[in-house]
């Protein structure tokens, strides 16, 4: 028998057609023996930051169930926060909407990862209703290494994502493992070159 299972659903706002589906088989699994499932529709903001209330729902939930019919970085993001913290995921994909089955295969994430389809709202509840209970992590984790370098390819535009890595690199490994590994920005037109100091 599958156990009982605290899910949350992330999902866009728009388009309209997609949110209304996830939302209608959110309202219909409500009162479910087998799930407790709480939505957070996705707004799209301009720089966005994941909120603080998007990745506490993640972390008191059993199983991340996300929307991937229109997959962007912060779709990817709460997925792979969601395996870092030990939860099923449960990747859904809109089939009805052009394009969704063949953009989901470009990205190749979802090589690996299992999805469930759906047309509508009756379909995504059927899926709903029986969550997965396996936990990524639980089953092809290694022990960690703590003697294996760490390579952190530096990008060539100081972006907010790079300026907060390095905080927790110095915070981790200290400033003089760092500076002795750090690669200046290369010029315009260079790749970048890979850092490596062990953690």
């Not at 659903?9 to 219909?28: E, G």
């Not at 957070?40 to 990745?55: A, H, K, Y």
């Not at 400033?175 to 315009?188: C, N």
Request: proline share 8%; hydrophobic share 40%.
């Amino acid at each position: 028998m599958a156990k009982f299972r605290v899910g949350y659903a992330a999902y866009p706002a728009a388009p309209p057609d997609l949110a209304s589906d996830i939302a209608r088989a959110v309202k219909a699994v409500e009162n479910s023996p087998k799930a407790r499932i709480t939505a957070w529709p996705q707004l799209e903001i301009f720089g966005s930051v994941i909120p603080n209330e998007v990745r506490a729902g993640i972390e008191t939930a059993d199983v991340l169930i996300r929307d991937v019919t229109r997959p962007n970085l912060n779709v990817y993001y709460k997925i792979g926060y969601s395996i870092g913290k030990r939860k099923s995921i449960a990747p859904v994909v809109n089939v009805s909407f052009k394009g969704a089955a063949e953009d989901i295969q470009k990205d190749g994430l979802f090589d690996t990862v299992g999805y469930r389809s759906y047309e509508n709202s009756e379909g995504l509840t059927a899926i709903l209703s029986e969550l997965p209970e396996h936990v990524l992590l639980d089953l092809y984790a290694k022990p960690l290494n703590s003697t294996q370098p760490l390579y952190f390819l530096n990008a060539y535009r100081k972006t907010n994502f790079v300026a907060a890595i390095w905080p927790t690199l110095l915070a981790t490994m200290g400033r003089a493992a760092i500076e002795t590994t750090h690669q200046s920005a290369p010029p315009s037109g260079a790749r970048a070159k890979p850092i490596c100091a062990g953690v």
